[in-house]
């Protein structure tokens, strides 16, 4: 059975379900954005929908894949091929996630401008993604990334909720709080394993946050 970079071996397997509950969530969260915007014709609420739907297909991405790299492959062929092919696995699941991801925070982020040119969103993107794919150490350089537009992302939410003072505003806010340190940590998991398990930990906090809003909305507007 294989074990994934970074993740310690007691954690392995449960980092997987806890990427499928992020995927959940995710969705879930973009379901209901674009179910607002279908009444309100708010664009925020579209991209912020599209944002959570690139976030989500990202963690479920990386779940799948994550899942048959640590189930091993099929163990009539050769050490060598099946080496092989779990690396490929992984670097699929990877890479494919960290695409979609950059895609959804960065498109959050260009959000929180309120400026309607898709101009800024591409440089944001394009940046990024740049910035990764010519890195010797992508995964290192993408927690970078996302740390960056995250710390912007959660100054939005905080502001938000400074101004409007209600629970469904702190909820989000904290969440978006919870997720940068998460993702933060993941800066680290060269050094140390421990924190892949532990910013995957706060990622978790970040999400039941999330879903406690989305709860809280459906209950307003049932």
Not at 75 to 83: D, G
Not at 140 to 146: E, G, K, P, R
Request: proline share 2%; with cysteine.
């Amino acid at each position: 059975m294989a074990h994934l970079p970074f993740c310690p071996a007691w954690f392995s397997g449960f980092d997987i379900i806890l990427q499928s509950v992020f995927a959940i969530v995710s969705l879930l969260v973009s379901l209901l954005a674009f179910r607002v915007h279908r009444a309100t014709s708010a664009k925020p609420a579209r991209m912020f929908g599209l944002s959570f739907l690139a976030i989500g297909l990202s963690y479920l991405i990386q779940a799948l894949f994550n899942l048959l790299v640590w189930s091993g492959t099929d163990h009539s062929v050769c050490a060598s091929i099946e080496q092989l092919t779990e690396s490929i696995l992984y670097d699929i699941g990877l890479y494919s996630h960290m695409a979609l991801m950059t895609a959804g925070l960065a498109l959050l982020a260009y959000m929180t401008f309120r400026v309607a040119k898709a101009r800024i969103y591409l440089m944001l993107l394009s940046v990024a993604v740049v910035a990764i794919i010519t890195s010797r150490n992508p995964l290192a350089v993408f927690a970078m990334v996302s740390s960056v537009l995250l710390a912007f992302i959660a100054w939005h939410f905080i502001g938000n909720w400074r101004e409007h003072r209600s629970a469904l505003t702190l909820l989000v806010a904290a969440g978006f709080l919870f997720m940068l340190v998460g993702e933060a940590l993941l800066i680290f998991t060269y050094e140390d394993p421990l924190f892949y398990a532990v910013g995957h930990l706060l990622e978790m906090v970040a999400y039941l946050l999330m879903l406690a809003n989305l709860i809280l909305v459906i209950r307003n507007h049932g």
